[in-house]
Structure formats: structure tokens, C-alpha cells
């Protein structure tokens, strides 16, 4: 089962992301909602985006040590690969 999310317009579904593709015909349910399609304004993308530039910025000259990412110990040993491939 998969679902998605588009819109309707003038009696046409318009999916907003890519759909899996699956051989031949399948079964499928439409609900509609009684909502308008949700816009996404590219002056909240560009406020988002210069946000996380300044971000970026902030940390660039932010020094780490080995310190600050410790191992993780996964309790078992580690696969040796040797040999030769067939």
C-alpha cells in the first residue's frame, strides 16, 4: 500500500512527489479533502535558507577535538574481511 498527496484540479489528480512505479493496473482510493492545495511561498524558502547560510557561517571557524565524538561500542567484533574475491 502506498499513499500520496496532491491536488485536484479540474477533475485531475497532480501528485506533489514521485510515485512508485508498479506494474499493471492496481486498485487505488481517493480521498478528497476540503482543504485549498497548500502553497509553499519562496519567501519562506528564501528566509529558511539565508537562516541556515548564517548558520553555516556561525560554525565555520568552530573547532572540534576527537573529544567531542566519542566510539560507540557495539558489543560484538569487527568482520575481517580477507581473502580473495571469486
Not at 53 to 59: A, F, I, K, W
Request: with cysteine; net charge negative; proline share 6%.
Amino acid at each position: 500500500m502506498q499513499a500520496c498527496e496532491g491536488y485536484v484540479e479540474n477533475g485531475q489528480f497532480y501528485p506533489t512527489s514521485t510515485l512508485l512505479q508498479l506494474p499493471g493496473r492496481l486498485r487505488a482510493i481517493l480521498t478528497i479533502l476540503d482543504e485549498p492545495e497548500k502553497k509553499v511561498s519562496t519567501t519562506d524558502c528564501t528566509e529558511w535558507l539565508s537562516e541556515f547560510h548564517s548558520l553555516v557561517v556561525e560554525s565555520s571557524n568552530e573547532e572540534l577535538n576527537i573529544e567531542n565524538f566519542p566510539r560507540t561500542k557495539f558489543n560484538r567484533k569487527p568482520i575481517q574481511f580477507e581473502g580473495e574475491l571469486s
